[in-house]
């Protein structure tokens, strides 16, 4: 039996740290992948302040654990708390400008503020860390531009092998030569 693949969902909120608004990005991004992921996954959840040194121990632990993609959703903005990317690069060992570039490209046919967000993705040995703006709308909308390249990323970076519903997400990996 192969292992599943260990998806950590990583929400940065102030507010939703302390219980003061519900937190709907976590369990929509968990939602989301559920219907998107065919294979056998297990899911990890957390809420965080927007701290920047909260922020990468979490993610030094989800990839202590072994997780092969962590999703961070929140704190990409402009604003002085809004601190994941700096977070995200205090553990990086690589970024991948592309994600970015395409979930920005994707949310700007929705909001003209999709600019603002600095999101990205890196990897840190073998687990591939995507960021989302906070917005829980932005989650399908993000992961929709992108998802199809992160099985055979993960598969470069000898992460564990997902498989995706082809009439949600087609799943894009080279032909073997
Ligand atoms: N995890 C979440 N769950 C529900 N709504 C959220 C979440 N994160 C953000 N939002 C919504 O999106 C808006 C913009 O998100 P942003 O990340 O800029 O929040 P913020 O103003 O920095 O506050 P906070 O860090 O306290 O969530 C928020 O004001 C809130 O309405
Ligand atoms: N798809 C999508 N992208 C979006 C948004 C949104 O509502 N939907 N909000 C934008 C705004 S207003 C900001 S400030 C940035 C950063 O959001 P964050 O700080 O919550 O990460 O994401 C941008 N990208």
């Known amino acids: 039996m192969t292992q599943p693949a260990r998806i ?14 519900e937190d709907k990005g976590g369990p929509g991004a968990e939602a989301w992948l559920r219907e998107v992921i065919t294979s056998d996954v297990e899911i990890l959840r957390r809420i965080v ?28 903005g402009p604003a002085p708390r809004d601190v994941t990317p700096e977070a995200v690069f205090d553990v990086a060992e690589r970024e991948y400008p592309g994600f970015g570039e395409e979930m920005r490209r994707a949310s700007l046919a929705e909001v003209p503020t999709a600019i603002l967000s600095r999101q990205t ?35 470069l970076l000898g992460a ?18």
Not at 160 to 177: G, N, S
């Open 8 to 21: 950590a969902i990583l929400t940065v909120s102030d507010r939703a740290s302390r219980g003061e608004y």
């Open 49 to 76: 302040p927007d701290l920047r040194g909260v922020i990468a121990d979490a993610l030094r632990e989800y990839c202590d654990e072994g997780a092969d993609l962590i999703l961070v959703t929140g704190g990409t």
């Open 121 to 155: 993705a890196v990897s840190r040995g073998k687990t591939l860390i995507i960021t989302i703006p906070g917005k829980p709308s932005a989650i399908a909308t993000c992961l929709n531009a992108v998802l199809a390249a992160v099985p055979y990323c993960l598969d």
């Open 160 to 177: 564990a092998r997902i498989e995706t519903d082809p009439t949600r997400i087609k799943a894009f990996r080279p032909k073997p030569k």
